[in-house]
């Protein structure tokens, strides 16, 4: 939920000209599902890709990147880590027994550190290295990857709702993972994980943050 008065709360960045024309996955996008799931106000200060390369920015993000996230005296950037901090600070995104939250948070660590590289390399090539010679060849090597890592995720998913009982962080970041592969058909090949990501686009919440990001775009459009 966007800040709607002058109470202290959150700021995120988000990009001034959202390069996924709305499709919710730019890296605010599970900052502001985080946010929304707790609901917790934040405010959003849109940046332009200039902007983030400037000595101001890079004191928040040293990488040049989005989202940061200021309150108060804090500033933290990497979107992953600043929704461990949401889920830390707030009830609704990590169990309260101990060992569920360790499984959560282990989940969340599972959906950036082992499911999202390959789908990440996959973006890389397709946006990227088309102009490579070695194009062709590589594109169907890094899918191969994605496809392991989503026979384990989808294994282990089974007919579960969630990767471990209720919805958590770990599931929020697993989605915003997978819905990186919209479009690819491959997510289409493991039903039970299209049915995954559907379930957590269906959350109010996500819907909150999605209709948040996809004003951006639609702003710049009609401007």
């Known amino acids: ?40 106000p934040y405010d959003v200060r849109l940046i332009s890709f200039n902007a983030m390369k400037e000595a101001t920015h890079r004191a928040l993000h040293p990488f040049g990147q989005i ?8 500033a933290l950037f990497e979107s992953g880590a600043i929704v461990f901090h949401i889920a830390e600070r707030h009830a609704g995104l990590l169990p309260q027994d101990a060992n569920a939250r360790a499984r959560a948070i282990t989940w969340m660590f599972a959906a950036i550190a082992t499911v999202e590289p390959p789908v990440v390399q996959r973006e890389a090539a397709m946006y990227l290295e088309r102009d490579k010679t070695w194009y062709e060849e590589r594109l169907p090597l890094v899918e191969d990857r994605i496809r392991s890592r989503l026979d384990d995720l989808a294994n282990r998913l089974g007919d579960a709702d969630w990767l471990d009982d209720g919805f958590s962080a770990g599931d929020l970041l697993m ?22 990501v559907a379930r957590g686009e269906a959350r109010p919440a996500f819907k909150r943050a999605f209709d948040a990001q996809l004003a951006v775009f639609t702003g710049q459009v009609a401007g």
């Open 175 to 196: 989605v915003q993972v997978l819905r990186r592969l919209s479009g690819s058909g491959i997510l289409e090949q493991y039903p039970t994980l299209a049915a995954y």
């Open 1 to 40: 939920m966007r800040n709607q008065s002058s109470q202290t709360v959150p700021t995120i960045t988000a990009f001034e000209q959202s390069p996924d024309r709305g499709q919710g996955l730019a890296r605010d996008m599970p900052v502001r599902w985080a946010l929304e799931e707790v609901g917790q």
């Open 67 to 74: 989202s940061t996230y200021e309150e108060g005296g804090l």
